[in-house]
């Protein structure tokens, strides 16, 4: 019952506080229900940035940047309209929203299909809302009979007006504050479901461990710009119901200390809650509304300042964040599983079975092959000109000492080191400059040396996003995953938190992500690592099987797990080939020894 | 254009840009030697050209009252390191965040403990004349102040103990902590350092730029889009960067107006990210 | 967190208590006491109290004791119009004193119209504002220009430079500089608008001196002010080109400025703490006593002090602080014996008719009075805004259309 609760927290009490704000807002004080408003408002901008930072994992810095484009188109039309037809909210949001959200996906594109750094987007956004403060200082245009007249404003904004033609009169502030509750709580509930769909499932993946996310085959570019076109779009939005209640817009809504404050709501209420904004937003507005009011001898700003440190220091989580941690204490604890769990044991007829019938969806395996591919950093080269084919069958093993180029090489052939020189193909498709996502999307299959896992999902949604990634499905994905966890002998950790799990259990469970992609070409650094030898011969086992489906190729350390392979080994050493033939012949190989151990003339 | 205009726009605009190196150095040193971005930073320039002027203003020549500056900031700098930033290890975002209010703190404080108004300490009344043209001295000297801080801070990260630990910390963390450096020591000196350094050019600059409690504001905006531009080779970077980005700007300036150099300096820095997604020295070999 | 719950439920209890009346007239104050322009909001709000304090003691209003609902704007727009509109919702307020810059003003204005409530500026300005409820009592651009502009082509020579901030009050100013330089057969040789963020003037001091100007009208606002007249007369320009302003000396910035830079900077106001007059003896007197002699007394607390005794004058004139009849009470010619000078609130414009001062600086950060211009009018906003025969208008009247 109160896991239940807890679960549906962010429905039930929103609509419990929307609905007690709807039924006492004839009862507020006037005064009280218009400055309410405001924050109502800035709540709605809060929201807009917990989307895309609290979300999508992007601090952006712009959100006020279209909350102020949106005001401003929005009062221009409403200005130009809501005299002469009324209806002034009906003018100002759709145009306003979908203004705010163009311009989002315009910088969005800049940023992310860019790929720029975190640090580098950030400052990015920051950019974009200064340039608009000093710009918009000397702006003067009239448009109509809406004239924007740079630093001192638009003027004779409408206010919030439902009724129809020129009588219609703006809503008295308490009708006003109703309003633009309910069109929150719309705003909040839509954004809610959108959250918890495939998309922002997708979204809250990309947040927890990007490049993973790519591995799967998204495309991530297209959801960030996506994810962060809505942000603007509710920011818009917000914009235009700020320009109502205001009646007045001024290039100070561009300003630094505009820009700075939406994080603060953010935080004080609790990122990625969605309805943290809100309480952050209310709590930020009694407090200055109080302060500025006299009571603290108007120490807003000092007080403002100290509370942000403390916030971030002691409260990181917010209001609401701080209430969760509190509340699961007393719940019983899902990832208590995680401590039962048994050994994996590879069942090779099930395996056969789940690679055969993926062989017939994705196609037949592909050969991967490389051509004079080389890569450098700065001085030193990881990948010399290597050419070598792969071709299933067997497994290939990669290996050599440390810092032989094992684990470059295979980035390049992933494409999270984009090579300087030479071809990579894929059958006869070359994909040497080909995105991440989309040599995923060609059939390959990747597992990074550390285990890649969404920790903060369950191991079930980690394998049914992987699952989707390919069926686009629910159902098959459902199937799918269902599926892999059964092989993987984890149905008794699907509700566990993947970051409960033991290192070895988290390889397993990347391991099982990468064959919910079907992959037919597998990748796979240091697969062994920090696996008991009980789960080294079931790997093996795996590995064995999955070459006979698709072509793999596994850098190791642990030369007894090659051994069992019973594949082709290739040496690298300094970035080239340097021997290759089955485990035993290289193991009677001096030269081999040599490197490995360092001494003579090869090192 | 005659060539005196032509050599005084060039002149004034290195000293511009060198104006934005010295506000920046501190900031570049602590973002490439911690991984830190101290949103505080404009108002450690503002606590300097305080501290500045209050020396001058109890008795103490000028030049004697910039020690005092950069030791005050320092100190103001380590204490904020203990509190605050130690606290927050790794956590960017969250460090820019406790900063800026740390920023808000310190501009209120500023305030209540200096009220608005301050007396100036005045530019020396020292010019020159290039053909028809008069130049102040002062903010040409500061082009030699912006080498000399340049010098000072690659000597320092070179040539002493504390700088080989400082850039072992950031570059081989696991390597310098094997071989016992304490990296938290460390941090505590290069955030001390920083501020100091912000302390020292709010001190320098006072005589240009009056003691306001927000005078740090607008230098701190660019001071950042600088450091980020720069991106990892935080000393030669941003020394390359102020010079074409604050450069830039001050020419864009003289030939047309003041607000087509400031666009000039936002459009030409989301161009570079843009290149340069992970700013322009991602890239280069050399690591200071 | 506790701390913060509580104010919540604060604010709430005060909006429940809130209600009660007492036999008091209220008037609103919002103005910036802290950020960045709290320069002035600190003082236009201790002339309020000052002013307040000094109606209270004559009596009152009407027999009745004038109480001040004070707000600090934090140097925030968005805070103007939540403080205008909880003072008109919450507080029953009789008449309203506030505002610095003009977006400031124009962001309250329209409520202050809707809900028929007099509402006083008092900052000096680029002009133009025409609304009845409005009433401005600092000086316009246009105003203090016309006189300064012909003190200067005569003083200085006809080479005229403007350099003016980015914004309308430098634009407007700038459009008005052009305009008296025509009417005075003058030249404007150049002129550069800047943005709000310079702090380094190198460009701006080549080009003047590529124009070769007599005189330069320096109208930046605050600290950029001082920085541009320490690179002025640091680059050695001070004694070969007449620098002017018409906001040089309405914040801080003649106490920022060294001497060196700031000694013969001429500027033009609505008043200056030297002003030699009884009635502003007996103003510096009462302002020292209050608030000590630390910081000059800057022409926008003049201008609340003028705009609360002539409220009140009109209120005591009208008998009651009803609305219509206050505002007719003001549209009535009052007179006043304010600390510049006697000022006339012009009936049709809502303006005020006043000495305009002359001053230039001198070595120990203050000012001489070299010229005073009595009763200048306020002409541009005469001519274009008449509220006795157009009461409907509510506009912002800009020069260039």
């Known amino acids: ?603 | 254009m005659e060539l005196d205009f032509l050599a005084t726009v060039l002149l004034s605009s290195l000293s511009s840009a060198s104006i934005l190196l010295i506000a920046t150095l501190g900031l570049a040193v602590v973002y490439g030697l911690m991984g830190v971005i101290n949103l505080a930073h404009g108002e450690f320039l503002m606590v300097g050209a305080y501290s500045a002027l209050t020396a001058t203003q109890i008795g103490l020549p000028y030049p004697l009252a910039i020690p005092f500056a950069v030791a005050m900031t320092m100190l103001i700098g380590a204490t904020v390191e203990l509190l605050i930033i130690r606290k927050l290890y790794g956590r960017i975002f969250d460090t820019m965040l406790a900063t800026w209010g740390l920023g808000m703190v310190f501009n209120q404080a500023a305030v209540l403990i200096f009220g608005t108004v301050s007396p100036g300490i005045g530019m020396p009344q020292w010019n020159f004349q290039i053909g028809d043209y008069s130049l102040a001295f002062y903010p040409i000297a500061m082009i030699f102040v912006a080498a000399v801080m340049l010098a000072f801070v690659y000597f320092l990260m070179t040539h002493t103990v504390y700088g080989m630990k400082a850039r072992a910390s950031i570059q081989e963390p696991q390597m310098a902590q094997a071989i016992g450096i304490d990296s938290s020591r460390v941090n505590t000196m290069t955030f001390a350092i920083g501020c100091g350094l912000a302390g020292f050019a709010g001190a320098i600059l006072l005589p240009i730029i009056p003691a306001t409690p927000s005078m740090g504001l607008f230098f701190a905006v660019k001071g950042f889009l600088t450091v980020v531009v720069a991106g990892p080779v935080a000393l030669t970077g941003s020394a390359i960067t102020a010079l074409g980005l604050g450069g830039g700007a001050s020419v864009t300036a003289s030939f047309m107006t003041s607000v087509v150099g400031d666009v000039f300096f936002f459009l030409m820095t989301a161009l570079l990210l843009w290149l340069y997604p992970l700013g322009i020295s991602a890239n280069w070999r050399r690591k200071l | 967190m506790k701390n913060l719950l509580g104010t919540v439920s604060l604010v709430s209890a005060m909006t429940l208590t809130s209600t009660a009346a007492l036999a008091e007239v209220k008037v609103g104050a919002i103005f910036d006491l802290t950020g960045g322009l709290n320069i002035y909001g600190i003082q236009q709000d201790n002339a309020l109290d000052l002013a307040i304090a000094s109606v209270n003691a004559a009596g009152g209003v009407n027999g009745e004791e004038v109480v001040v609902v004070g707000y600090d704007a934090q140097s925030e727009l968005s805070k103007y119009t939540q403080f205008a509109q909880t003072a008109v919702l919450r507080d029953g307020i009789a008449a309203m004193f506030a505002g610095l810059t003009s977006s400031s003003r124009e962001a309250i204005r329209p409520i202050f119209r809707e809900a028929n409530i007099p509402y006083f500026y008092s900052s000096l300005y680029e002009g133009g504002a025409c609304d009845k409820q409005t009433f401005v009592t600092g000086s316009s651009a246009s105003q203090q220009l016309s006189v300064l502009m012909e003190w200067a082509v005569e003083n200085y020579g006809p080479r005229i430079y403007i350099m003016a901030p980015d914004y309308n009050f430098g634009t407007i100013s700038g459009h008005w500089v052009h305009e008296y330089a025509k009417q005075l057969g003058a030249e404007v040789v150049g002129e550069d608008y800047l943005a709000l963020s310079v702090t380094d003037y190198a460009p701006t001091i080549q080009k003047i001196q590529a124009s070769n100007p007599d005189l330069v009208v320096a109208l930046p606002v605050g600290a950029a002010q001082t920085g541009f007249l320490e690179q002025f007369a640091a680059a050695g320009l001070k004694d070969s080109i007449g620098v002017v302003s018409t906001n040089y000396g309405s914040g801080n910035q003649q106490v920022v400025v060294s001497p060196q830079a700031g000694e013969g900077l001429v500027s033009a106001m609505g008043y200056f703490p030297s002003v030699e007059s009884d009635a502003n003896a007996e103003f510096l007197a009462a302002w020292e006593e209050a608030y000590g002699t630390d910081t000059p007394v800057v022409a926008g607390a003049v201008d609340v002090w003028n705009a609360v005794h002539l409220w009140a004058a009109a209120a005591n004139k009208a008998g009651t602080t009803d609305a219509d009849e206050v505002i007719a009470a003001l549209e009535s010619g009052l007179t006043f014996e304010a600390p510049n000078g006697t000022v006339t609130l012009e009936p049709g414009s809502h303006h005020l008719r006043q000495d305009i001062y002359i001053a230039r600086g001198d070595a120990n950060n203050g000012f001489e009075i070299i010229a005073t211009f009595e009763d200048s009018e306020p002409t541009y906003e005469n001519e274009v805004c008449n509220l006795i025969d157009n009461p409907d208008a509510a506009e912002h009247f800009t020069p260039e259309g």
């Open chain 1, 1 to 603: 019952m109160f896991e239940k609760l807890h679960s549906n927290a962010g429905l039930i009490f929103p609509l419990i506080v929307a609905g007690a704000a709807l039924a006492f807002s004839g009862a507020l004080d006037p005064y009280l229900a218009f400055v309410a408003t405001s924050w109502v408002i800035f709540g709605l901008l809060g929201l807009s940035l917990d989307v895309i930072w609290g979300r999508g994992g992007f601090l952006s810095l712009a959100q006020t940047a279209f909350y102020g484009l949106g005001g401003y188109l929005g009062a221009v039309i409403a200005i130009n309209f809501a005299p002469s037809l009324g209806l002034s909210l009906l003018w100002a949001l759709p145009s306003a929203a979908v203004f705010g959200a163009l311009i989002a996906a315009a910088l969005g594109y800049l940023i992310f299909f860019s790929r720029m750094g975190e640090l580098q987007s950030t400052i990015l956004s920051y950019t974009f809302t200064l340039l608009l403060w000093s710009v918009t200082q000397t702006f003067k245009i009239d448009i109509g009979a809406a004239v924007i007249g740079g630093d001192n404003g638009l003027s004779n904004i409408p206010g919030i007006i439902l009724g129809v033609g020129e009588e219609a009169k703006k809503l008295k502030p308490n009708a006003a504050f109703a309003c633009v509750v309910f069109i929150s709580a719309v705003v909040y509930f839509f954004t809610r479901w959108l959250m918890r769909s495939n998309f922002g499932k997708i979204v809250d993946c990309i947040r927890i461990d990007i490049e993973k996310t790519e591995l799967l085959g998204y495309d991530i570019r297209k959801f960030q710009v996506l994810n962060f076109a809505y942000s603007g779009a509710v920011a818009g939005l917000a914009g235009a119901l700020f320009a109502l209640w205001a009646n007045y817009l001024n290039p100070s809504i561009f300003s630094v200390q505009e820009a700075l404050l939406v994080p603060i709501y953010v935080l004080v209420g609790g990122l990625g809650t969605l309805a943290g904004p809100f309480l952050g937003a209310l709590i930020i507005g009694a407090l200055s509304f109080w302060l500025g009011g006299g009571a603290a001898g108007g120490q807003t700003t000092l007080i403002l300042g100290a509370v942000l440190i403390l916030l971030v220091m002691f409260l990181h989580n917010g209001f609401l964040g701080a209430l969760d941690n509190l509340w699961k204490r007393y719940l019983p604890d899902p990832n208590d599983a995680a401590r039962d769990a048994g050994a994996v044991k590879i069942d090779t007829e099930v395996l056969d079975q789940i690679l055969s019938e993926a062989a017939e969806q994705a196609g037949p395996a592909k050969n991967l092959s490389t051509d004079e591919a080389f890569k450098s950093f700065g001085g030193v080269i990881p990948v010399n000109k290597v050419s070598r084919e792969f071709k299933p069958g067997k497994p290939y093993s990669l290996i050599g000492p440390n810092g032989a180029g094992k684990s470059s090489f295979l980035k390049t052939c992933v494409g999270i080191y984009r090579p300087e020189g030479g071809t990579i193909l894929l059958d006869n498709d070359d994909i040497t400059r080909a995105q991440i996502f989309d040599r995923v999307h060609k059939g390959m299959g990747v597992k990074n040396q550390k285990p890649q896992v969404f920790g903060e999902n369950t191991v079930f949604e980690n394998l049914w996003i992987a699952a989707f990634a390919r069926t686009k499905d629910r159902a098959a994905a459902d199937e799918t995953a269902t599926r892999i966890l059964n092989m993987l002998g984890m149905e008794a950790q699907k509700a566990v938190q993947a970051s409960a799990l033991s290192h070895g259990q988290q390889q397993w469970l990347d391991i099982g992500m990468v064959l919910c992609l079907a992959p037919r070409v597998v990748l796979l650094d240091e697969p062994a690592a920090g696996m008991t030898n009980e789960e080294t011969r079931e790997l093996s086992l795996l590995v064995r099987t999955l070459a006979k489906h698709t072509t793999v190729v596994v850098v190791e350390h642990d030369m007894e797990f090659v051994r069992t392979l019973e594949g082709h080994v290739t040496v690298l050493h300094q970035g080239n080939l340097f021997a290759e033939g089955d485990i035993d012949t290289l193991r009677a190989n001096d030269a081999v020894l040599d490197i490995y151990l360092g001494r003579g003339e090869h090192v």
